[in-house]
């Protein structure tokens, strides 16, 4: 028996016990874990700058804080979330207890990204462990310092047979795949994905898909624009631009393009450049390996052999895997630049005439993980919010949405299926499972055959139904 099979069969028996622990038990798992990663903090810094040269200060905002802060939320409402919820009565039960109890659904799969590779592992298995999971990790084989020091805070901080850590390539998460997990939750791109649902599909498995798109920024022509500037640089090139959740596309009024060219360079200067035209490795990162380099350096060549216009940056380091900020406009349509999800620091920058032509260009493409728009009018900024979809929105600012565990986190259909964080993390790796209890008198009788001198309760019911 394989490593893999031998995990999985030792937490398909162990779910039987986790299943009857209180919130004072899962409580304390949380806090061991918090526990285990406050000592390895300099471990994870120093695994998170070798993979993508991120520094401490953006690793502490976007990393471990926000794992700290997931954990002490599940902390202070697990008890509230695992009682059962209440349900009102009907008019053709009336006399029933209705409740809704929140049951572990079982042995689940985390299957993790290498972009923030500490954050997006450790987010949803704090969800699995406050609803009462076993859990199989795999951490992303492209960010390997992260990934083994995630083994060894999950090796030294739980029994295998609750949680354990797969390290491994392609081949270790295919044969996961092919186990009858009772749930999966992916983080990655859209086409690995399907790959994903397609063999979640074959044991009915259920899964939560975090997955990406192209995100869009919609200016309005009425904005501060330094400001929008200066949110749209930091939340395009936090991270080198390797954020699911980055602005992938600028869609802007004509008559503010250029105005809005020279704000974003002379902010994105200011954040990550040592000199005028040298970046600062000491706060922007590197792009994760020499294929993802590869893949934006030919986004960049294609568009410009098409016809796009490079306003700006763009200078590339193969060596230190480094690509500059760019900004590109003219950017033909049918360029991978616009039909691919980015994942890098480039920013295609979309004129519109009005807002009618900026909302079907959105429309025109798969829905997004992420919306922003920046707008004064509330009439213009309700009506872009009716007129698209998306898995989330921010007016006047970028990313923050993610920050806060009291809302929900999810794509909608190519970006994604399902929510995370906090209670919505919590219902996410649960089954809510009904229970009805009946009370000692018992209207539903009246409906019991011989139906004969019945015809009454009908007419009842339909009243009352």
Known sequence: M??????????????????????????????????????????????????L?????????????????????????????????????????????????????????????????????????????????????????????????????????????????????????QQLLELPFDHIFFTGSTEIGKVVMTAAAKNLTSVTLELGGKSPT?????????????????????????????????????????????????????????????????????????KHFERLSNLITEAVDKGARINWGGKTNEKTQTIYPAVLTQVPKETKLMEEEIFGPILPIIPYVDLDEAINFINGKSKPLALYIFSKSEKNIKKIIKSTSAGGTCINDVLVHIANPKLPFGGANHSGMGSSHGFFGFKNFSHERTVVTQRSIDFNSLVYPPYQAKQWVLKMLKRIM
Not at 141 to 163: N, R
């Open 2 to 51: 394989s490593r893999i099979s031998y995990v999985f069969e030792i937490q398909k028996a162990h779910q039987y016990v986790l299943r009857q622990t209180h919130a004072l038990q899962r409580i304390d798992q949380l806090r061991k874990l918090k526990s285990a990663i406050e000592e390895n903090e300099d471990a994870i810094y120093f695994a998170l700058h070798k993979d």
């Open 53 to 173: 040269r991120k520094s401490r200060f953006e690793a502490s905002v976007t990393e471990l804080f926000f794992i700290y802060g997931e954990i002490d939320f599940a902390i202070s409402n697990l008890r509230s979330w695992m009682s059962p919820s209440r349900i009102g009565k009907t008019l053709s039960n009336p006399f029933a207890k209705n409740r809704i109890h929140y049951e572990p659904k079982g042995v689940c799969l985390i299957i993790a990204p290498w972009n923030y590779p500490f954050q997006l592992v450790m987010s949803p298995l704090i969800s699995a462990i406050a609803a009462g999971n076993c859990v199989m990790v795999k951490p992303s084989e492209l960010s390997p310092a992260t990934s083994k020091v995630i083994t060894k805070i999950i090796l030294d901080t739980f029994e295998e047979e609750h949680i354990a850590s797969l390290e491994g390539d392609a081949e270790v998460a």
């Open 218 to 290: 919609l200016i309005d022509k009425d904005v501060d624009l330094a400001k929008a500037a200066q949110k749209i640089a930091w939340g395009k090139l936090v991270n080198a631009g390797q954020t699911c959740i980055a602005p992938d596309y600028v869609l802007i009024h004509q008559e503010r393009l250029d105005e809005f060219v020279g704000l974003y360079k002379q902010f994105a200067t200011e954040m990550y450049f040592k000199a005028k035209e040298e970046i600062n490795p000491e706060v922007y990162g590197k792009i994760i390996s020499k």
